[in-house]
Nanobody
Framework: VQLQASGGGLVQAGGSLRLSCTAS????????IGWFRQTAGKEREFVAR????????LYTVSVKGRFTISRDNAKKTMYLQMNSLKPEDTAVYYC???????????????WGQGTLVTVSS
């Protein structure tokens, strides 16, 4: 199982980025997928999750209304569209997936390598 995240970068506050995470080595269907983020000295924080069907999403309060998670099962890829970015969104973002649903405080079974998002003020 491999997850390859991409799309991070430097953006000004108020700008947008789209993160992608492509899976390989297994069947993508049936897995709940999501994103976490981490800054230095802090615990990894849940950001968003979408269920295996794409019909149910969950967001942490701080990103609700600004971020949108989606998936393309045919491409084995998940996305995180991030709009109206704020300096406090600066972090390394990790994609993750698990057969079980997950949210804050959980630790999904599979993880990508992380992609750095930096939002300047």
């Amino acid at each position: 199982v491999q997850l390859q995240a991409s799309g991070g970068g430097l953006v000004q506050a108020g700008g947008s980025l789209r993160l992608s995470c492509t899976a390989s080595g297994f069947s993508f269907d049936g897995y709940n997928i999501g994103w976490f983020r981490q800054t230095a000295g802090k615990e990894r924080e849940f950001v968003a999750r979408i269920d295996w069907s794409g019909g149910s999403t969950l967001y942490t309060v701080s990103v609700k209304g600004r971020f949108t998670i989606s998936r393309d099962n045919a491409k084995k890829t998940m996305y995180l569209q991030m709009n109206s970015l704020k300096p406090e969104d600066t972090a390394v973002y990790y994609c993750a997936l698990d057969l079980r649903e997950f949210s804050s405080g959980d630790y999904p079974k599979y993880w990508g390598q992380g992609t750095l998002v930096t939002v300047s003020s």
